[in-house]
């Protein structure tokens, strides 16, 4: 699949879906599903044009959203909801205040259609675009139908009685409403991080060698301090292993910044410098302070019994 961090110059007609996508959710993947839909009937390449960072960061940054997901993460949900569609390739551009000002009507002429030759365009009902957001779906459907591509509008997708958005899922989140944010997601919570050294306390003091994952952005969106039983894919695997993270302080050994350690169930190898996708699934305790190594040593051995058992019946 191509990944483009540049806008493209493509060399033949496409279905395009267009949006932020933050947490690649159910709402998202309607719109991802209407593009696919297209472009099937059309026989047309199927791309994805969305931005490294939210446009919030640039256009309003002091109420900038908490991020459900970095631009990596972006990726890799967007490469598992649309490899087996025949996705080709996704554009992953930076939004900056260069581009924020590009007229609508410059971005459809000179971007969607002369440099992207787009066929079809799928957006969300909420999608807005161009300089003060004067863009919307309505425009976009008329100058298609004035430049000769079709556009398909989505409607909001709704769950439970209300609309599946960013906004909803990343309150469920902050609340440790966990089950509840992975039926809107489409899937269990994705945490993305390059592995890096810790103090070493886990694998020298307590017996258990855990990966330090570090986050990519001050923003992203975390649930409570605590213990999770999750997932995790090790680089260049296909298979999820079952894993359990602990997300805190470190309390026991007076820790003062915020740490995410993941132990990866019957595994034995270096992961220093790696990039690793955690998948949380299931919260298992709050965060507390033991009196000491061995409590807090046989704490964790029930804390993986706990995440194995989950496993076994799920």
Known sequence: MNVCFELPSLAQPVALALGTFDGVHLGHRQVLAAMHEDARNRQLPQWVFTFQNHPAEILRPEQAPPLLSTWPEKLTLLTQAGLSQGLEGVMMLPFSKEFSQTQPEDF????????????????????????????????LRQMGQELGFGVKIVPAFESGGQPVSSTRIRSLITKGELPAANQLLGGPYLIQGEVVRGQGIASTVLGVPTANIRLEHERKVLPPKGVYACQVRLPGAEALRPAVLNLGNRPTFAGLTLSLEVYVMDYDGDLYGQSLEVYLQQFLRPEQRFD??????????????RARAYFQTT
């Open 108 to 139: 459809v002429q000179e971007v969607l259609v002369k440099r992207l030759r787009v066929a079809e365009v799928a957006v969300g009902f909420n999608f807005h675009f161009g300089y003060q957001a004067r863009g919307n779906p309505e425009l």
């Open 292 to 305: 000491g190594p061995d409590a807090l040593k046989t704490q964790i051995q029930q804390d993986i019994l």
